[in-house]
Each structure stands twice: as structure tokens, then as C-alpha cells.
């Protein structure tokens, strides 16, 4: 059996005032640690989308990023 044709990964592309998750990688050379931070989209563009955390900082994100965990509306 030989794969003809793939289906397109559906990308979900989140709306201003929507929740999404993403998963945070901090490495100091000898371990590796990931956290999940809840994040709200200020700005979507085309390919990308901006997304501030609860402190403050602002994130710039593609939709396929494979840090991306969930997308929730508010």
C-alpha cells in the first residue's frame, strides 16, 4: 500500500481575548526544566500571534509552534 496524498494538519489560530497555553523550556547546562505558562492573545497576524503573560511579558508565536498545549476561549 503506497500513501497517494496526506491530509493538511489543521492549524487552530486563536482570536484576540482567547487563553492559550504554552509550554516554557529553561536549561542551565545540566538540567532541563519545562513549565506551562496561561497566556492571553493581544495581537494575531497572518502567521503569527502576540501573547502576554500575567507579568507582563509579551510572546510572539507561530500558529504550528510545537509549544503551544492548548487554546481555550475566555
Same mark, same amino acid.
Given at each position: 500500500?503506497?500513501?497517494?496524498? #496526506? @491530509?493538511?494538519? +489543521? ?13 516554557? &523550556?529553561?536549561?542551565?547546562? !545540566?538540567? *532541563? =526544566? %519545562? &513549565? $506551562? $505558562?496561561?497566556?492571553? $492573545?493581544? +495581537?494575531?497576524? !497572518?502567521? %503569527? &500571534?502576540? @501573547? #502576554? %503573560? =500575567?507579568?507582563?511579558? $509579551?510572546? !510572539? *508565536? #507561530? &500558529? ?6 492548548? %487554546? #481555550?476561549?475566555?
Amino acid at each position: 500500500m503506497k500513501l497517494i496524498n #496526506k @491530509a493538511a494538519k +489543521k492549524i487552530v489560530k486563536p482570536n484576540i481575548g482567547d487563553v492559550v497555553h504554552l509550554e516554557m &523550556f529553561y536549561n542551565d547546562g !545540566r538540567v *532541563i =526544566e %519545562t &513549565f $506551562v $505558562v496561561k497566556t492571553n $492573545v493581544v +495581537k494575531v497576524n !497572518r502567521v %503569527t &500571534f502576540d @501573547a #502576554k %503573560t =500575567e507579568d507582563g511579558n $509579551v510572546y !510572539r *508565536i #507561530k &500558529f504550528n509552534d510545537p509549544h503551544i498545549l492548548s %487554546t #481555550k476561549d475566555v
